[in-house]
């Protein structure tokens, strides 16, 4: 289903999509649309690469001196599962 909606964008960058639209013989609608359709793609694909690389960015040791670690360790339940 598809809805109308109303926005204000710079009148130059309506400008270039209207040319687009133009040359590739589709509506701005559908510009606007398929734009939309790529950019979220990217971003998830960003989300994507952001999880896979999260043992990267976190590896190396912990600077944590002996007696937190200690305490921490000691706690009760640390070692249990959820």
């Known amino acids: 289903m598809k809805k109308k909606i109303g926005t204000i964008i710079?009148?130059?960058l309506v400008f270039k999509a209207k040319q687009v639209a133009l040359s590739k013989n589709c509506s701005l609608s559908q510009l606007f649309e398929d734009a939309l359709k790529m950019y979220f793609l990217a971003m998830e694909s960003e989300k994507t690469e952001r999880q896979k690389n999260i043992a990267k960015?976190?590896?190396g040791v912990m600077k944590v001196s002996p007696p937190i670690l200690k305490a921490i360790m000691g706690e009760e339940g640390f070692y249990e599962a959820d």
């Open 57 to 59: 960015r976190t590896q």
């Open 10 to 12: 710079n009148e130059e």
